[in-house]
């Protein structure tokens, strides 16, 4: 009997939450559908620089566009290193318009890298981008030492 009762809770609970689902409000009934995909739209989340020269800062830069009805906000833009920065406009972005989140990158170290960068944006809302490449290293010397050199100096 306790079995039948477990039972039957498990599908009355699962239909009051599939009900629960349903009336969410919709565009049709009055209300706002707002979605955060919309909000801080990117034409794409990550970019590859390829192979870059150890020392040198590169940039990209990001473009983000605001595709719904609210006006958004970006609060703050956080990297995982220092090596990272980013750089945002901080006024308001209105509905329709957009803007351009710059972020460089200068290596101090060779090899392979994969940056995050977050984004954060109307209360509390996130949204990541991503950075990657590899460093090669750099001559220490922009030139290679010519040998015949010395045998010139020898000369009066």
């Known amino acids: 009997m306790k079995h039948y009762l477990l039972a039957a809770g498990l599908v009355l609970t699962g239909t009051w939450c599939s009900g629960q689902a349903i009336s969410a409000p919709t565009a049709s009934q009055g209300g706002s559908v707002k979605s955060a995909a919309n909000m801080l739209h990117l034409s794409a ?3 590859d620089f390829g192979k870059i020269p150890q020392g040198k800062p ?3 830069v990001f473009r983000i566009e605001n595709r719904s009805a609210d006006t958004l906000r970006i609060e703050h833009v956080q990297s ?3 090596c990272t920065t ?3 406009q901080k006024e308001p972005i209105a509905p329709g318009n957009s803007t351009e989140l710059k972020v460089g ?3 101090e170290a060779t090899g392979l890298f994969d940056k995050n960068i977050t984004v954060y944006y109307n209360g509390g809302r996130t949204q ?3 950075i990657r490449g590899n460093v090669w290293q750099t001559p220490q010397q922009s030139v290679p030492e010519n040998a015949l050199l010395n045998v010139f100096k020898q000369f009066p």
């Open 45 to 47: 989340t990550v970019h």
């Open 105 to 107: 990158y200068n290596a």
């Open 86 to 88: 980013p750089s945002y």
């Open 128 to 130: 990541s981008l991503y």
């Open 58 to 60: 590169v940039y990209h």
């Open 80 to 82: 995982s290193c220092g």
